[in-house]
């Protein structure tokens, strides 16, 4: 049974960085399309940046720039390194995996994946 768990989450002041992890369990598929959401309040959950099989990345305007997403293939964890962070970047953020890499981009919408997390509280604090 696959099983995604996040971490890294916490308060930062604006301008800060934090990198979140996702943890990976069971995944034993050779392709995939991972990717970080993020649901702020109020808000729609909205796609932050995605990587599949290969390397291929994509980002949401939003956060080009400032966020980078990896993937550890020794240890399968995905990370998300967010930088020069913002208020509006104060969400609940989550990661997803999905066996197949096609349509493999931030416009996915999240319940296409077939594992997801639980998410981390990323509050940016002005």
């Avoid at 990976?24 to 796609?47: H, I």
């Avoid at 995996?97 to 509050?123: M, N, P």
């Amino acid at each position: 049974q696959v099983q995604l768990a996040e971490s890294g989450g916490g308060s930062v002041q604006a301008g800060g960085s934090l990198r979140l992890s996702c943890a990976t369990s069971g995944y034993t598929y050779r392709s995939y399309c991972m990717g970080w959401y993020r649901e702020a309040p109020g808000k729609e959950r909205e796609g932050v940046a995605t990587i599949q099989t290969h390397g291929r990345t994509s980002y949401s305007e939003s956060v080009k720039g400032r966020f980078t997403i990896s993937l550890d293939n020794t240890n399968n964890s995905l990370y998300l390194q967010m930088n020069s962070l913002k208020p509006e970047d104060t969400a609940i953020y989550y990661c997803a995996a999905h066996h197949v890499d096609w349509s493999c981009d931030i416009f996915r919408l999240w319940k296409t994946y077939e594992f997801r997390g639980q998410g981390t509280q990323v509050t940016v604090s002005s």
